[in-house]
């Protein structure tokens, strides 16, 4: 798996334990890239999202979705397609957004981050209510 910045053509990360280039996280509150020390950590903050899609978009059941907040563009990561259809010509902006297959080598963990979320969410929505 490599890891690239969507912004720069800095060279890729190849991930490995801390103390070498960076590692790959899904956390209940985005994308967790970790560095050679915890300054060097970056969380691209993102939700997630699992639900039925379209017949027309050719999505297996079970598909998650990771929507990018704040508009920050996910880096680039082996394995997983990031989708962005912005148009600057007509003022049209979206989020970077990633959609996870069950076949994904990377479904367990997102499907593991997505009912963490579920749970964060839902005792967020317990205590506003009590």
């Known amino acids: 798996m490599k890891i690239t910045n969507n912004q720069h053509s800095e060279p890729a990360l190849n991930p490995a334990e801390r103390g070498k ?5 899904f956390m ?3 994308l967790k890239i970790t560095g050679a ?3 060097d950590d970056v969380l691209y903050r993102a939700f997630y999202s699992k639900g039925s899609y379209t017949k027309e978009s050719k999505l297996p ?6 929507y990018a907040r704040d ?4 880096p680039k990561i082996d394995g997983l397609n990031i989708k962005n259809d912005s148009d600057s010509m007509t003022d049209y902006f979206e ?8 076949s994904n080598k990377f479904y367990i963990q997102v ?3 997505h009912s963490k979320q579920q749970a964060h969410n839902a005792a967020t929505c317990k205590k506003r209510t009590a």
């Open 21 to 25: 280039n960076g590692m790959l996280k």
């Open 61 to 66: 059941e079970g598909t998650i979705t990771i």
């Open 95 to 102: 989020t970077d957004r990633i959609y996870v297959e069950p």
């Open 28 to 30: 209940w509150n985005g």
């Open 111 to 113: 499907l593991e981050a």
């Open 37 to 39: 020390t915890l300054k």
């Open 71 to 74: 508009y920050k563009d996910f």
